[in-house]
């Protein structure tokens, strides 16, 4: 017969090997598991949309379709900006369709679980893997954060920012072993505001409006329910 103690003993550092293994999945991978991309609808086609209007200064190229949904009828600036491979929407169907699926995705992220606080700390010289992650307040990015994929090409990022979203010139999101730009959501209580210079990634929802400083480039699309501003941007939809 085998020895009763041994036995327990043997199973006794099973358990205690699972769960170790579980607790360090969880911490490297916090909420990601279950972490599931909101739908964008309509929205999805767009690099650029505005509900009120959509405003641009020097050569800012746009991949992805540009648009302003109703009562904004109002694009300027194109050219000289240019637009590739979208067509733009001003006041018609598409855009309406658009903003709708824009704010409904705005409503679910809005209402997912906070897995990690970060009220007020600075996002820059972070590295953070898939989760959510959740200000109280305001967020700032100075200097550059990084997106670590893990190797999980279908990780997820979520940013719930009760109110304003702001970089520093020449700050920068980066992406690392597999992360998609987008599967990255910035959800914004008011206004977001890229500084100069500025290397951003993702898809930013915005209640009120965005700004796009002088040669700030997004990898990922501008949705706000009011306006966006641009000057000699580069935008592409991932």
Do not use: E
């Not at 309406?96 to 995705?105: E, F, I, K, L, P």
């Amino acid at each position: 017969m085998s020895d009763p103690k041994k036995t327990l003993t043997f199973y006794g550092l099973i358990l205690v090997t699972v769960s170790a293994a579980a607790l360090l999945s969880a911490f490297i991978y916090p909420g990601s598991a279950k972490l599931a991309a909101p739908s964008l609808g309509r929205a999805g086609s767009f690099a650029v949309l505005g509900g009120s209007t959509v405003t641009n200064t020097g050569a800012t190229s746009i991949t992805g379709d540009l648009g302003v949904s109703s009562p904004g009828l109002s694009v300027t600036g194109f050219p000289p900006g240019t637009q590739a491979r979208g067509v733009q929407h001003v006041g018609d169907p598409a855009a309406n369709q658009a903003q709708g699926d824009a704010q409904g995705a705005y409503a679910a992220l809005a209402g997912m679980p906070c897995n990690t606080a970060l009220t007020g700390q600075d996002l820059g010289g972070k590295a953070l893997a898939p989760g959510v992650y959740c200000f109280t307040s305001s967020a700032q990015l100075t200097g550059q954060l990084v997106l670590d994929g893990r190797g999980n090409s279908k990780g997820v990022w979520v940013f719930q920012i009760a109110s304003t979203l702001t970089s520093a010139t020449n700050s920068s999101v980066v992406m690392r072993k597999s992360g998609r730009p987008g599967n990255v959501f910035w959800q914004v209580g008011s206004g977001a505001t890229l500084g100069t210079g500025t290397a951003f990634i993702g898809n930013i929802l915005a209640y009120s409006s965005i700004t796009m400083n002088t040669a700030a480039n997004l990898s990922g699309r501008a949705l706000a329910r009011q306006a966006v501003t641009m000057d000699g941007n580069n935008m592409r939809v991932p």
